[in-house]
């Protein structure tokens, strides 16, 4: 019967670094990565110091916007992905079978 205390009052520590999520200068790695591509694409097309200002520009707002972002929920893109492939509606039936 000892055991079986002993059993249940044991605890199993879960490192921080399992269920981290993956974040690059505080926001999700996929899109300060895309708004760096996009802003690296701005210089070079533009060829000029006005569109290198522009992408810096861009770059950082849009790094601070997926900071506040990331602090709100870490996944936010995923999760706004997930709702709009929700159906407004859906309607009731049993199976999809049914006429």
Known sequence: MSSNQELLKRTIVIHRSLHRHTL???AERELVMSSALVSFILVVVGKDLVSAGAALIFWICSVVGLQLMAKEDP???RVWLKHNAHQTVYPAKSTPWRR
């Open 75 to 77: 996944q936010m893109s």
């Open 24 to 26: 690059v200068l505080g």
